[in-house]
Nanobody
Framework: VQLQASGGGEVQPGGSLRLSCVASERTFNAMVWFRQAPGKEREFVAAVRNGRDITYADSVKGRFTVSRDNPKNTVYLQMNSLKPEDTAVYYC????????????????????WGQGTQVTVSS
């Protein structure tokens, strides 16, 4: 089972990027995006559970949109109004389990991880 993330890059503040994460199977109930900046812990960004339940970190609410395309086994993260503090390596992750809402933000909930894609927001 694999997750393949792509779409990172360098943009100016206020710009947009769309990340994609393709899964090798369709059995994941929850798919999520985390990010990790240099010297910081990995932090939750957004999750989609059972194809419809969506949760965001407060820091990205209103700017980022997570979505899932089941026929394509793909989860997307549309990132708008990017800020320098959004600079990080972004990771997608997934689980076949059905985590409760309070567990969605925990790294330990997910047993399958992609390789990460760098997002840099800089003028």
């Amino acid at each position: 089972v694999q997750l393949q993330a792509s779409g990172g890059g360098e943009v100016q503040p206020g710009g947009s990027l769309r990340l994609s994460c393709v899964a090798s199977e369709r059995t994941f109930n929850a798919m999520v995006w985390f990010r990790q900046a240099p010297g910081k812990e990995r932090e939750f960004v957004a999750a989609v559970r059972n194809g419809r339940d969506i949760t965001y970190a407060d820091s990205v609410k209103g700017r980022f949109t997570v979505s899932r395309d089941n026929p394509k086994n793909t989860v997307y993260l549309q990132m708008n109004s990017l800020k320098p503090e959004d600079t990080a390596v972004y990771y997608c992750a997934a689980t076949r389990g059905n985590p409760i809402t309070s567990s969605l933000r925990r790294v330990a909930t997910y047993d399958t991880w992609g390789q990460g894609t760098q997002v840099t927001v800089s003028s």
